[in-house]
């Protein structure tokens, strides 16, 4: 099965890296594909950066997904710590995209 093949992938090395088709993706994430980079056997500090800077690494931009000056940065706030527990990204409390705060 699917899980399967990506446990194999991510044990042998190999980089699974977040991607969604839910439109306005700062406002949302797709809590069930973080769900399942963990499962697959990505550490919850892994499954956040490949939410954020491991995927503008792999698209050829580097500061896209960091916070550093001259960063195209969304943020998100949350209450609690989501590298301890993902759940806190469910309820972000605030959320800035492009300079516009969304929520």
């Not at 000056?69 to 990204?89: E, H, I, K, Q």
Request: charged content about 20%; cysteine-free; glycine content about 12%.
């Amino acid at each position: 099965d699917s899980l399967s093949n990506a446990r194999a992938f991510v044990a042998d090395g190999g980089r699974l890296l977040y991607g969604t088709d839910i439109p306005a993706v700062p406002a949302t994430l797709d809590l069930v594909e973080l769900g399942l980079l963990r499962q697959a056997g990505l550490s919850t500090t892994e499954t956040l950066a490949a939410a954020t800077s491991e995927g503008g690494r792999a698209l050829g931009r580097p500061r896209y997904g960091t916070l550093r000056a001259g960063a195209p940065a969304d943020v998100w706030v949350v209450r609690g710590d989501p590298t301890r527990s993902m759940r806190a990204l469910a309820r972000p409390v605030f959320v800035m995209a492009r300079g516009t705060r969304i929520r």
